[in-house]
């Protein structure tokens, strides 16, 4: 009963996040949660140390090493830039964040892509005087959705393709989920435009590029995508291949970030 009690002011505390005028942040609240358990024996720290999984906390590492490359080399807003250009009215935006960033967290994982992703919804909000909350909601729903399909899209599906067995994860993952995936992000379009239809104004987007701040980050943090998609290929051809290596998951994320 006092884990539940526990959860529950954790659960209550992240929604209000402050409690008279100290504000909290969600790593304080969790952390604090944790020591609670602990110090009222609800579970051990031999327990404790043994549910910390080291692949999900070095995967989360190697993606987030990638995904602040990404952002600090300025290369991030450059790729926005190519992609967001063609989505002239909100409508098309709205759905350009879904899809693409929805896409993009199916591999670089959605607390990552919740990371790096902010930014650049917060730069297009300011840019076309749009509702940040709107975009922020879109990229929300992009990265929780999106990241369902893939076995490295959110750490909870990391843990059931090492712990369930699964021979080929990233085909399981796909052939499964794609479909769902895709009709619920139709959805949540539909969702975003019911609930903030006077947001979506029917005027002309014009977007113009972001430079790159540093040419030769920008070069490396080229080079870390492309490994993520070249290593994700081998990681489904080891299995096709019936190649008995023990490629895990987490050496695509550790393995990707080597040259950032």
Known sequence: MIPIIILLIVFVLIAIRQVG?????IWQIMLSGALAVLLTRQISPTDALKAINIDVILFLFGMFVVGQALEKSGYLSHLSY???KRAKSVDSLILFILFGMGAASAFLMNDTLAII?????????KKHEMSPKLLLLTLAFAITIGSVMSPIGNPQNILVAIYGNVRN????????LFIPTIIN????YLLLKTFYKDHFHSD???????????HNLAVLSKISLGLIVFLVLVKIATVFLDAQID??????????????
């Not at 994860?169 to 499964?176: G, N």
């Not at 992000?185 to 949540?188: D, I, N, P, R, V």
């Open 169 to 176: 994860p990233f085909v399981a993952f796909f052939e499964f």
């Open 82 to 84: 190519k992609f967001f």
């Open 21 to 25: 005028n100290l504000r909290l942040q």
């Open 117 to 125: 992703g902010t930014p650049v919804v917060l730069l297009l909000a």
């Open 204 to 214: 002309i987007l014009n977007h113009s590029q972001e430079p790159i701040k540093d």
């Open 247 to 260: 490629f895990r998951l987490t050496y695509i994320a550790l393995i990707s970030a080597l040259p950032v």
């Open 185 to 188: 992000l139709f959805l949540a």
